[in-house]
């Protein structure tokens, strides 16, 4: 770590030297302004005015790529933050069609994306999601609420033999995919430019690291929901084959489960380490309902055994989801001051 010597310019002034290699690599000369932001923990970030003002560009470079590397390639520079993303073919030549698919694909798949240029041998996609639109706050409890939505008509699904639930509860995961992606591209953002974490409802960057582990563990609980969504479509009459009393102990495991994930998310987003307890707490009770319900069927064919089985199991994933979650909320919470802790 390099360090600077603070200097006295007048009876109430500090001041300190940028270093030369920060300067030129960010074209900072004299007479420029620069951005300073103070944090929490006594951070001071400097930085320049491009950081404010300009749009990033990415270019992909189509010709060693196949269909599905471009797509990806695209997602990975909307998560990094790129505004303008071009894809291109080499000179003299022209996209295929598999890449022309790919760059509409990832558009689809990509909140704020669209196309606004295409020629033979290039398109552009841009993207005009403003980070002030939203909070990493309001952007984990969407994702939390899409999933339990989804986890709710899957089960349903089951209960009631219903596939147009089951269906429904998928299509729903196209949706959970779009705001986890812009959870990571306002994640990465907000590190890589320490003004845009106010800008998404954070005082400093600090939870950031936090918040992506959690937006990837809600993403995981929709993909549990999605399983359980497969298995009523699947299913002979889209149903469990069980007694209408195990159904109503699988209904209430996922109502438990349910209340424990939002929870988690609660004590995340307000910092609170009484609810985290209370996730910790509410796991405990759930116990081993998993094992409890499987013991307690009658005997039954593999098949149906193995479905009820794989319910069960993404239920009881999803409740360790949650868990994770409430600890991550405890070390941010008592990162605070609180009447639990202080902080010298």
């Known amino acids: 770590m390099e360090t600077r010597k603070v200097q006295r310019l007048g009876p109430s002034t500090l001041a300190m030297t940028l270093p030369a290699e920060w300067a030129s690599a960010h074209d900072v000369e004299k007479g420029d302004e620069v951005s300073l932001r103070m944090g929490g923990k006594g951070t001071l970030t400097v930085m320049p005015e491009s950081v404010q003002t300009e749009e990033s560009e990415a270019i992909i470079h189509a010709q060693n790529l196949d269909a599905d590397a471009v797509e990806r390639a695209i997602v990975a520079q909307y998560v990094l ?45 841009r993207c005009s999601v403003d980070p002030e639109d939203f909070t990493l706050d309001n952007l984990l409890e969407r994702l939390e609420s899409t999933g339990s939505t989804m986890r709710n008509e899957a089960v349903k699904a089951l209960a009631h033999g219903n596939p147009d639930l089951a269906q429904r509860a ?106 985290a307890i209370e996730v910790s707490e509410a796991y405990s009770d759930i116990g081993d309902k998993e094992h409890d319900i ?25 409740a360790e989801y949650a868990v994770r979650n409430a600890e991550i909320a405890t070390n941010l919470a008592l990162d605070e001051e609180s009447e639990h802790t202080t902080i010298q």
Request: cysteine-free; charged content about 25%.
């Open 81 to 125: 933050g790129r505004r303008i993303i071009h894809v291109e073919a080499p000179e003299g030549q022209t996209l295929d069609s598999a890449h022309i698919n790919a760059v509409y694909n990832a558009e689809t798949q990509l909140m704020g994306l669209g196309v606004i240029e295409e020629t033979p041998q290039r398109i552009t996609i």
């Open 170 to 275: 998928l299509n729903r995961e196209r949706q959970a995919n779009k705001i986890f992606v812009l959870l990571l591209r306002l994640i990465f953002t907000s590190y890589q430019n320490p003004n845009l974490a106010r800008a998404v409802g954070l005082e400093d960057g600090f939870p950031l690291i936090g918040y992506r582990s959690i937006a990837k563990n809600l993403e995981l609980t929709a993909d549990n929901a999605e399983d359980i969504a497969e298995i009523a479509l699947e299913a002979p009459d889209h149903a469990l084959d069980v007694d209408s009393s195990t159904m109503r102990r699988i209904r209430d495991f996922t109502d438990e489960v349910n209340e424990i994930t939002a929870m988690a998310v609660q004590a995340a987003v307000n910092r609170n380490y009484d609810t």
């Open 294 to 318: 499987l013991n307690d069927l009658p005997e039954m064919d593999n098949q149906k055994l193995l479905q009820v089985r794989e319910v069960l199991v993404s239920l009881q994933q999803t």
